[in-house]
């Protein structure tokens, strides 16, 4: 019993802060299922069990923030969705250690730079006494550009093995441009349908260990229907902040996962 709420309050948690950092949570749960002396494949599979779900309910009330950009998010899983079955295939042929190791350093450098762009922000406001601005708080669609970065996002996501919120954020944020919070409404939105055709294999696999996928899955719901509430309600740098922490926690998960 206790192991039951146990399970349902670190589910929360990672579903609280997957939907505020708009990643799957896998970056999270891996780790911890395998600490808890679960094989690998269990680990992964049950952790992309959670994650439909996680995805599903950031999802659902992001768009109830009115906060998805829908429209952009179909053009970047038009690329997305076929290039991350390449990826995945290319492994066979193509050795992914080196690549970990490159976007896992990739991941870091770029949570750096959103870390000391907030401290940057600080640091002028406190002598400019100037609070948050929205001002461009606006998503443009490009059709090409959004196909371009759902192809290499999922590439990179199916070569490399890791969860795509990890490589869509400095993506969206970096090379789309888009405003932080559309963009972290927008990876989640994008994670779902990968998500699921990921857990289809794994269920079929006998991967997912459902005494924990489940109580973990109860306690993600209630952390992804807050997390995005939360989210919208911090100023776009103090967000900034809050991703940087959480991206470079997973960029160096990568890289070590490469190193081992």
């Not at 670190?10 to 997957?18: D, I, P, T, W, Y």
């Not at 461009?136 to 490009?142: A, E, F, L």
């Not at 795509?164 to 944020?173: C, K, Q, S, T």
Request: hydrophobic share 50%; proline share 3%; aromatic share 14%.
């Amino acid at each position: 019993m206790i192991d039951l709420v146990v399970y349902i309050i670190a589910g929360f948690l990672v579903g609280f802060a997957a939907t505020m950092a708009g990643i799957g949570g896998g970056t999270f749960m891996v780790p911890i299922f395998y600490f808890l002396g679960y094989e690998i494949n269990n680990a992964v599979g049950t952790s992309k069990f959670v994650i439909v779900f996680i995805s599903l309910f950031g999802t659902i009330n992001y768009i109830r923030l009115g906060k998805v950009p829908i429209r952009q998010g179909l053009y970047i899983l038009i690329g997305m969705i076929p290039a991350s079955y390449l990826g995945a295939y290319l492994t066979i042929f193509l050795g992914s250690l080196y690549l970990r190791l490159i976007v896992g350093l990739f991941i870091m450098y770029y949570s750096l730079r959103l870390i000391y762009g907030f401290i940057k922000y600080r640091s002028r406001a406190g002598l400019n006494k100037r609070g948050d601005s929205n001002a461009g708080d606006r998503v443009y669609t490009s059709v090409s550009k959004s196909i371009a970065i759902g192809l290499l996002s999922g590439l990179v996501a199916g070569l490399t093995g890791t969860g795509g919120g990890a490589v869509n954020m400095p993506l969206f944020i970096g090379l789309l441009g888009i405003p932080v919070h559309y963009a972290v409404a927008l990876s989640t939105f994008t994670i779902f349908p990968s998500a699921i055709a990921a857990t289809i294999r794994h269920i079929l696999n006998n991967d997912v260990v459902y005494e924990l996928a489940l109580p973990f899955t109860i306690g993600s719901v209630a952390g992804a229907s807050l997390g995005p509430r939360v989210a919208t309600k911090l100023s776009p740098q103090w967000l900034r902040l809050f991703i940087g922490i959480v991206l470079f926690y997973a960029g160096a998960r990568i890289v070590a996962s490469a190193l081992v």
